[in-house]
């Protein structure tokens, strides 16, 4: 049975988190007496919200470092569901998801 090509909107959100360490009320600093910097995103795709059909995949991307050198955590989420994904990038399968809206999230952090 072939599936009407219906399309799917799917809206990309990006929350960068840099959690200062606080020890027993003390902000601890780096090295360099500095306070924690956030992750900086080197490049994200899709550049845009993309449209596509229900029987398409969609691919998302994201490329950062930390200006800390502290190790970089990313989780994916799917309508606010934890999905599976490597840490660098998440596929979205039209074939597993009727039409409608999704608003996709990676949540980026140095912990």
């Known amino acids: 049975m ?3 090509a219906t399309n799917i909107v799917i809206i990309l959100c990006i929350v960068v988190a840099s959690v200062t360490i606080i020890y027993w009320g003390i902000n601890i ?3 360099n007496n500095t306070a924690n910097q ?16 229900e029987t398409e995949i969609q691919e ?3 490329s950062a ?10 989780g994916w989420y799917l309508n606010g569901t ?7 990038s998440y596929i979205f399968d ?3 998801n009727p039409n409608g809206t999704y608003y996709v ?3 980026l952090t140095d912990g």
């Open 2 to 4: 072939r599936r009407n």
């Open 65 to 74: 470092t930390d200006p800390d050198g502290d190790p970089l955590t990313c």
């Open 60 to 62: 998302f991307k994201i």
């Open 94 to 96: 039209a074939n597993s």
């Open 38 to 53: 956030p992750p900086f995103i080197n490049s994200y795709y899709a550049l845009v919200n993309p449209y596509i059909d």
């Open 105 to 107: 999230k990676v949540n």
């Open 82 to 88: 934890g999905v599976s994904g490597n840490f660098t």
């Open 29 to 31: 600093e780096n090295d």
